[in-house]
């Protein structure tokens, strides 16, 4: 089993920055990738950004590229995501997830942080 803890959400105006982060724990053999999802209000959960497990292969989703950036810092077992030039619209909250070799779909989650971009 694999424990997902996100950390750094909060609230920024529009134009800011912030960055949120996500520790694993457990055991982690076998595990391929880790990912960040987002979930407004009234609307599904959607893709953002994903890092294997080694940090390499940053992918983002189209509408993030150029603002979000995604890291993993392996000694650590954490990855953060880097957010630039917020927009209220990217108000929700984030969703940390991990997937094993051979998977497609994440297995794991974290419970989530909230992030707030005022207008």
């Known amino acids: 089993q694999v424990q997902l803890v996100e950390s750094g959400g909060g609230l920024v105006q529009a134009g800011g920055s912030l960055r949120i982060s996500c520790a694993a724990s457990?055991?982690?053999?076998?595990?391929?990738?880790q990912a960040w999802f987002r979930q407004a209000p009234g609307k599904e959960r959607e893709f953002v950004a994903a890092?294997?497990?080694?940090?390499?292969?940053?992918s983002y989703a189209v509408s993030m590229k150029g603002r979000f950036t995604i890291s993993r810092d392996t000694a650590k077992n954490t990855v953060y995501l880097q957010m630039n030039s917020l927009k209220p619209e990217d108000t929700a909250v984030y969703y940390c997830?991990?997937?094993?070799?051979?998977?497609?779909?994440?297995?794991?989650w974290g419970q989530g942080t909230q992030v707030t971009v005022s207008s």
């Open positions: 890092i294997t497990w080694n940090g390499g292969s940053p």
């Open positions: 997830a991990a997937r094993r070799f051979g998977n497609l779909n994440y297995d794991y």
């Open positions: 457990g055991r982690a053999d076998s595990m391929y990738a």
